[in-house]
T-cell receptor, first 117, second 112 residues
Framework: GAVVSQHPSWVICKSGTSVKIECRSLDFQATTMFWYRQFPKQSLMLMATSNEGSKATYEQGVEKDKFLINHASLTLSTLTVTSAHPEDSSFYIC?????????????FGPGTRLTVL | AQSVTQLDSHVSVSEGTPVLLRCNYSSSYSPSLFWYVQHPNKGLQLLLKYTSAATLVKGINGFEAEFKKSETSFHLTKPSAHMSDAAEYFCVVSGDDYKLSFGAGTTVTVRA
């Protein structure tokens, strides 16, 4: 099956710093990728849709200046958490759909655990 | 717009007994529905998916789900629970734009 990777798998940073998380589709091209965050013992919340060659679209309530998304190529999307604060500590997960006439399955990265001190 | 409701936040079963996780959906379109499992501090693993083919869908690890349009349900079952089934389970619906809406999740614990 299709594989999506994320890097890093975990990161600890000081408050006020910026953190970049990469999401890569390893064996297929993805013009669209999705970013989610998951707080402990909660469900996944869609943050934004990353679009190759155009601006990301953000869900209501998600600060676009706080969570910068860049879809640099057909296999790479990055999420940068700018000026991170402890409340940004969360599990960040990306996904990419494997498009086809009979298939709209999405493949998820393993997630990135962000801890802001 | 689409949404899913997982009717049980926590299900506890004894090893070897059946598991039932309930999910109801709401969708304006003919939906695609999925069940994912997440083990602690891990990513999501697809158990099974419904995409308008057979209404009874068989997945991995002995799980299956039945799509019932009249009841707008997509319940997940397994005839015999194993200790390794202890995890968080998410029912998910996909719209035409590939956006996924997740249920709140059901925590499954398996008693020895």
């Amino acid at each position: 099956g299709a594989v999506v990777s994320q890097h890093p798998s975990w990161v600890i940073c000081k408050s006020g710093t910026s953190v970049k998380i990469e999401c890569r589709s390893l064996d297929f091209q993805a013009t669209t990728m999705f970013w989610y965050r998951q707080f402990p013992k909660q469900s996944l919340m869609l943050m934004a849709t990353s679009n190759e060659g155009s601006k990301a679209t953000y869900e209501q309530g998600v600060e676009k200046d706080k969570f910068l998304i860049n879809h640099a190529s057909l296999t790479l999307s990055t999420l940068t958490v700018t000026s991170a604060h402890p409340e940004d500590s969360s599990f960040y997960i990306c996904s990419a759909p494997l498009r086809g006439p009979e298939n709209n399955e999405q493949f998820f990265g393993p997630g990135t655990r962000l801890t802001v001190l | 717009a689409q949404s899913v409701t997982q009717l049980d936040s926590h299900v506890s079963v004894s090893e070897g007994t059946p598991v039932l996780l309930r999910c109801n959906y709401s969708s304006s379109y003919s939906p695609s529905l999925f069940w994912y499992v997440q083990h602690p501090n891990k990513g999501l693993q697809l158990l099974l998916k419904y995409t308008s083919a057979a209404t009874l869908v068989k997945g991995i690890n002995g799980f299956e789900a039945e799509f019932k349009k009249s009841e707008t349900s997509f319940h997940l079952t397994k005839p015999s629970a194993h200790m390794s089934d202890a995890a968080e389970y998410f029912c998910v619906v996909s719209g035409d734009d590939y956006k996924l809406s997740f249920g709140a999740g059901t925590t499954v614990t398996v008693r020895a």
